[in-house]
Nanobody, 122 residues
Framework: QVQLVESGGGLVQAGGSLRLSCAAS????????MGWYRQAPGKQRELVAAITSGSTHYADSVKGRVTISRDNAKNTVYLQMNSLKPEDTAVYYC?????????????????WGQGTQVTVSS
């Protein structure tokens, strides 16, 4: 089993910055993709940013304000958010596509963190 633990959420004024972290632990062979999603009240969960071994992807709404990075040695992904806006307010979820072993067979599965609240006041 794999656990994703997020940290770094909180309350910040518009224009401020936050850095989210997500650490994966468990029986991990490798992590392919790591990413961050968010869900605002009454809205669907949406992708914010994702990172693989060789590329990054950002939602148009956060391009230029958000940077995703990862530390493979620590199985950790980060989301640096700058110039935050009230519309960035949401619960942010970490996501990872992880390869795990089971009885000699490798499985690729998607895991989610428990979510961390980000609130941006105007």
């Amino acid at each position: 089993q794999v656990q994703l633990v997020e940290s770094g959420g909180g309350l910040v004024q518009a224009g401020g910055s936050l850095r989210l972290s997500c650490a994966a632990s468990g029986s991990i062979v490798t992590i392919n993709t790591m990413g961050w999603y968010r869900q605002a009240p009454g809205k669907q969960r949406e992708l914010v940013a994702a990172i693989t071994s060789g590329s990054t992807h950002y939602a148009d709404s956060v391009k230029g304000r958000v940077t995703i990075s990862r530390d493979n040695a620590k199985n950790t992904v980060y989301l640096q958010m700058n110039s935050l806006k009230p519309e960035d307010t949401a619960v942010y979820y970490c996501n990872a596509v992880v390869v795990t072993p089971s009885r000699g067979i490798l499985y690729e599965s998607r895991y989610w963190g428990q979510g961390t609240q980000v609130t941006v006041s105007s």
